[in-house]
């Protein structure tokens, strides 16, 4: 599977809107790109999931570029209870579920 | 919204002790699975689960480790013989379908802690 790649910090603060971009450069051609949002001592909550161009939510953005060797999460109007740490995840899409996690991007909100 | 639940949510147990962590997977849902966290490192896949048998397993599931759907509902994650290194947490999740379609919920975790 893709190796993926993301900052392992950032800061914002409320009301602004949040990008954290994710390269995974080998991604195949069947892989989905799937962001989850992991809160201090609870299970990984999923966010969002795109094969291509723009994927949108009642939580969050994802857009891909073309060469889908890049993605990039959008967190609109952030406010303190979206600290938490975000993990980008490319999904094979004919596997049993297994998910890869890596270290993710701890975002940290402030007022 | 329908939730995956978890008992306990704290488990202390002394080296060498088996522990049984609980699970009871969203009702629908065919697909299960279990991950662990050492505080501060990665989620880390342990096993999948479904139609009653294991689907993958990762190298860190070895022969301590076990599991079982008892019944139509609970999912269970037993450690044999409990190691310090054991102590992390427990998550457990599941899943209507696998692949790329499916959402994983997962639950809101086990704490175990071994002495």
């Known amino acids: 599977l893709a190796k993926t790649t993301q900052p392992i910090s950032m800061d914002s603060y409320e009301g602004q809107e949040v990008n954290i971009t994710c390269s995974h450069n080998?991604?195949?051609?069947?892989?989905?790109i799937t962001w989850y949002q992991q809160f201090p001592s609870q299970g990984p909550r999923f966010i969002i999931q795109?094969?291509?161009t723009k994927v949108t939510n009642e939580v969050a953005s994802l857009f891909i570029p073309a060469d889908r060797k890049s993605s990039t999460l959008s967190l609109p109007r952030v406010s303190l209870s979206d600290t938490a740490v975000y993990y980008c995840?490319?999904?094979?899409?004919?596997?049993?579920?297994?998910?890869?996690f890596g270290r993710g991007t701890q975002l940290t909100v402030w007022p | 919204e329908p939730e995956v639940t978890q008992t306990p949510s704290h488990q202390v147990t002394q080296m060498g002790q088996e522990v049984i962590l609980r699970c009871v997977p969203i009702?629908?849902?065919?697909?299960f699975y279990w991950y662990r966290q050492i505080l501060g490192q990665k989620v880390e896949f342990l096993v999948s689960f479904y139609n009653n048998e294991i689907s993958e397993k990762s190298e860190i599931f070895d022969d301590q480790f076990s599991v079982e759907r008892p019944d139509g509902s609970n999912f269970t994650l037993k450690i044999r013989s409990t190691k310090l290194e054991d102590s992390a947490m427990y998550f457990c999740a599941s899943s209507r379908t696998s692949g790329s379609g499916n959402e994983q919920f997962f639950g809101p975790g086990t704490r175990l802690t071994v002495l």
């Open positions: 995840l490319v999904r094979r899409g004919s596997t049993l579920g297994r998910l890869y």
């Open positions: 009702s629908n849902h065919l697909y």
């Open positions: 795109g094969y291509k």
């Open positions: 080998n991604i195949a051609t069947n892989d989905y």
